[in-house]
């Protein structure tokens, strides 16, 4: 049953490897190269979106992958939960990097 409440984000949503036909949801100048469940989920805390972590699902246009699933409270659209999470795991990784 869909909880109209809460979103689910795959990874792929935010991959900039991925084309849109492929399941990227954001533009490619916000996406990330292979975001991980572990930087979804810290991202998300970081926004107090309530996440939830099912490591074991596969997203269906790439099931092979078995890439997990992070589910987020729906506190704003879809596609700004997405932008701002992409953004700070963006912020994260290029601090790592310094």
Request: aromatic fraction near 8%; avoid cysteine.
């Amino acid at each position: 049953m869909k909880d109209e409440n809460r979103i689910i984000v795959w990874p792929a949503y935010l991959d900039s490897k991925k084309t849109k036909s492929e399941g990227r949801k954001i533009a490619k100048k916000y996406a990330v190269e292979s975001p991980r469940i572990r930087e979804i989920t810290q991202a998300a805390k970081k926004l107090g979106l309530n996440p939830s972590v099912e490591k074991y699902k596969s997203y269906p246009a790439s099931w092979w992958e078995g890439s997990g699933r992070v589910i987020v409270d729906k506190k704003m659209s879809k596609l700004e939960v997405l932008v701002k999470i992409s953004n700070l795991i963006n912020g994260s990784r290029s601090s790592h990097k310094k």
